[in-house]
C-alpha cells in the first residue's frame, strides 16, 4: 500500500525557516513526479513547489526565491526548504507523487505568527 507521510511542520516566527520532509513507500520511487501543495482555512488547495522524475522544477510565484524543493531518490524523500516564512504561508502542507495514479499525504501543519 502506497503511504506518503510528511513530517518537519510547526510554529516558526516570520522569516524564520522549516524543512519538511516527505518519505515514500512506493517502488520505483525515481519514476514520480513530486509536488508539494498547501491549503489555508477558507482557501483552495495550491501547488507550492514540483520537482519532476527528472528533476526539472516549477513553483508558485509566491513563494519564488524563498522556497526550494529537491528529492533524495536513494531515502525515497522529498523535502521542501522554506526560508523567510511569512504569515501568509499558513496551511496545511501536503505532498504529492503522481505518475500514472497520484497519492497524497495526510498534511503537516505550518503556522508562521509571531
Known amino acids: 500500500q502506497v503511504q506518503l507521510r510528511e513530517s518537519g511542520g510547526g510554529l516558526v516566527q516570520p522569516g524564520g525557516s522549516l524543512r519538511l520532509s516527505c518519505l515514500v513507500s512506493?517502488?520505483?520511487?525515481?519514476?514520480?513526479?513530486m509536488a508539494w501543495y498547501r491549503q489555508a482555512p477558507g482557501k483552495q488547495r495550491e501547488l507550492v513547489a514540483a520537482i519532476t522524475s527528472r528533476r526539472n522544477t516549477n513553483y508558485a510565484d509566491s513563494v519564488k526565491g524563498r522556497f526550494t524543493i529537491s528529492r533524495d531518490n536513494t531515502k525515497n524523500t522529498v523535502y521542501l526548504q522554506m526560508n523567510n516564512l511569512k504569515p501568509e504561508d499558513t496551511a496545511v502542507y501536503f505532498c504529492n507523487a503522481a505518475a500514472r495514479v497520484q497519492y497524497w499525504g495526510q498534511g503537516t501543519q505550518v503556522t508562521v505568527s509571531s
Open positions: 512506493i517502488s520505483i520511487f525515481s519514476i514520480y513526479d
